[in-house]
């Protein structure tokens, strides 16, 4: 199977930057899914990366490079409603269905 | 736009009893999924369906586990007989055929006791 990998959680500062990094298998995936979790909510859609490259939406940014397996999410201007999991998810060709990693659980503290 | 629905929310049982969980999709979503999420993982995925067709199994413990979508509009998820390790959230999915944007439920959670 493909192996996705993320921090299993990460602590940051109200109002700071943070990065949460995803590594993959390069073999399998060609597009890159963020999904935000909050606790003892469902997944919603964050962003997708299909090229290589930075993708900026409002204070939320998704970067992809396919030949390194290497995606991450930015979050800038941290608010305490950021507090949640961060799940990245691979996608393969065709109508296979996303692949999930295990989240990261993010913590903003003021 | 009305978006993934599930019932029951929550639903507790004993091992060895049995438990169905229900899914209405997004209208026009020809894709459905049903993940399982322990506590503390990310989802992993059970089964997928194309309207009414079984796309991906391969993780569903078919000893056990089944799944439905007769008219390739609603979905059931059925656990018989139920182990401990079965307790986790069931989350329903869905998608419009040819993307790969999910739109998930909120999920029913079982607890197996």
């Known amino acids: 199977g493909q192996n996705i990998d993320q921090p299993t959680e990460m602590t940051a500062t109200e109002g700071a930057i943070v990065q949460i990094n995803c590594t993959y298998q390069t073999s399998g995936f060609n597009g890159l899914f963020w999904y935000q979790q909050h606790a003892g909510e469902a997944p919603t859609f964050l962003s997708y990366n299909v090229l290589d490259g930075l993708e900026e939406k409002g204070r939320f940014s998704s970067f992809l490079s396919r030949s390194k397996g290497y995606s991450y999410l930015l979050l800038k201007e941290l608010q305490m409603k950021d507090s949640a999991s961060y799940l990245c998810?691979?996608?393969?060709?065709?109508?296979?269905?996303?692949?999930f990693g295990k989240g990261t659980r993010l913590s903003v503290i003021a | 736009e009305a978006g993934v629905a599930q019932s029951p929310r929550y639903k507790i049982i004993e091992k060895r009893q049995s438990v169905a969980f229900w899914c209405n999709p997004i209208?026009?979503?020809?894709?459905l999924y049903w993940y399982q999420q322990i506590l503390g993982q990310g989802p992993k995925l059970l089964i997928q369906f194309q309207n009414n067709g079984v796309v991906d199994d391969s993780q569903l413990p078919k000893d056990r586990f089944s799944a439905e979508r007769l008219k390739g509009v609603d979905s059931t998820l059925k656990i018989q007989p139920a182990k401990l390790e079965d307790s986790a959230v069931y989350l329903c999915?869905?998608?419009?055929?040819?993307?790969?944007?999910?739109?998930f439920g909120e999920g029913s959670r079982l607890t197996v006791l």
């Open positions: 999915a869905s998608s419009l055929r040819g993307t790969r944007e999910l739109f």
């Open positions: 209208s026009g979503h020809a894709t």
């Open positions: 998810a691979g996608a393969n060709s065709g109508n296979t269905p996303l692949v």
